[in-house]
């Protein structure tokens, strides 16, 4: 059972140019969640998504980012017009779903903007 | 609003010393908490879950506990590594289902 897959590892964008970062959960979980995390900073909560739902999306910002978790294949996570804050790490999780379950991290795709 | 706190925000230690990083929350109403460790440019690893019904949960040299009515945990290290040496975060599941993280404790072990 493989883990958490995040891809890519590293993306490089130009100011203005869309990012797209992908989220492969574990086998047997529904739920998803994006977490970013500047330099030397905590991890921010962004969005909660089920299969085909977004749940809780009060992390995002309100333009130019959204996320979404098809009924097959993976998580994205899309940002429009990437802008030099943009930069930071980018955190995926998975869980079962339910109360008492582990979420489990992939290793994160490092966004640069440039 | 869940807020979760961690201190001390930074500690050494030289190898071979037990200590203790400490977590709390503000609100109690938690399904569970968890406790990761953070390698620079990494991403997370599991060490603990506790569940809200327990009290505590040990894995080899790690023991972590929750008082959920104070809204505390802490996680003890014994006898300490230079290979301990990382970021540990702790986060816990609020009553939506968000898991939300305080902003760590870096440990660095001196040999």
């Known amino acids: 059972n493989a883990g958490v897959m995040q891809n890519p590892r590293h993306l490089v964008r130009r100011r203005g140019q869309e990012a797209r970062l992908r989220c492969s959960p574990m086998k047997g979980h529904s739920h998803v969640y994006w977490y970013r995390q500047l330099p030397e900073e905590g991890l921010k909560f962004m969005v909660y998504l089920q299969k085909e739902n977004i749940i809780d999306e009060s992390g995002m910002p309100k333009e130019r980012f959204s996320a979404e978790f098809p009924k097959e294949g993976p998580s994205i996570l899309r940002i429009q017009q990437v802008v030099r804050g943009d930069s930071a790490a980018y955190f995926c999780?998975?869980?079962?779903?339910?109360?008492?379950?582990?979420?489990?991290f992939g290793q994160g795709t490092r966004l640069t903007v440039v | 609003k869940q807020e979760v706190t961690q201190i001390p925000a930074a500690l050494s230690v030289p190898e071979g010393e037990n200590l203790v990083l400490n977590c709390s929350f503000t609100?109690?109403?938690?399904?569970?908490l968890q406790w990761f460790r953070q390698d620079p440019g990494k991403g997370l690893t599991s060490l603990l879950l506790i569940q809200s019904s327990q009290r505590e949960q040990t894995s080899g040299r790690l023991n972590a506990s929750l008082d959920k009515s104070s809204g505390r945990s802490t996680l003890y290290i014994a006898a300490s590594q230079p290979g301990d040496s990382a970021t540990y975060l702790c986060?816990?599941?609020?009553?939506?289902?968000?898991?939300?993280f305080g902003s760590g404790t870096r440990l660095l072990v001196r040999p």
């Open positions: 999780a998975s869980a079962k779903g339910g109360s008492d379950t582990e979420a489990f």
């Open positions: 986060a816990v599941m609020d009553s939506s289902y968000k898991l939300i």
């Open positions: 609100d109690s109403a938690i399904y569970n």
